[in-house]
């Protein structure tokens, strides 16, 4: 059974850090892309950050190069996501997802899980 559990959101204000934390279990990360999204209201669900299932590199949405880090701990099963220099366009629920489809094409064929999300909102 798949299980994807996301922490670490809350209220912070432009120009903060917080860092998102997700432990995931069920599923062999090697067979799958692992990705962080996030959706803000009233808009769909945009892919943040998304790691290969082999080898781990990273990639970015243009929207947070440079200020979000996506990172893995594969001993704890547990995903990160350090965000810095904080813009309230960056307010959203923020998931932990995996999908066996490439940035590419994940945002046409969609991600085969999700946990449940955790907020994240920017505001003075």
């Known amino acids: 059974q798949v299980q994807l559990v996301e922490s670490g959101g809350g209220l912070v204000q432009p120009g903060g850090s917080l860092r998102l934390s997700c432990v995931f279990s069920?599923?062999?990360?090697?067979?799958?892309?692992m990705y962080w999204i996030r959706q803000a209201p009233g808009k769909g669900l945009q892919w943040v950050s998304a790691?290969?299932?082999?080898?781990?590199?990273?990639h970015y949405a243009d929207s947070v190069k440079g200020r979000f880090t996506f990172s893995r701990d594969i001993a704890k099963n547990t995903l990160y996501l350090q965000m810095n220099s904080l813009k309230p366009e960056d307010t959203a629920l923020y998931y932990c997802?995996?999908?066996?489809?490439?940035?590419?094409?994940?945002?046409?064929?969609?991600?085969?899980?999700r946990g449940q999300g955790t907020q994240v909102t920017v505001s003075s």
């Open positions: 069920g599923f062999s990360f090697k067979n799958y892309w």
């Open positions: 997802a995996i999908s066996r489809q490439s940035p590419l094409r994940v945002t046409q064929l969609g991600y085969d899980y």
């Open positions: 790691m290969t299932p082999v080898g781990g590199g990273i």
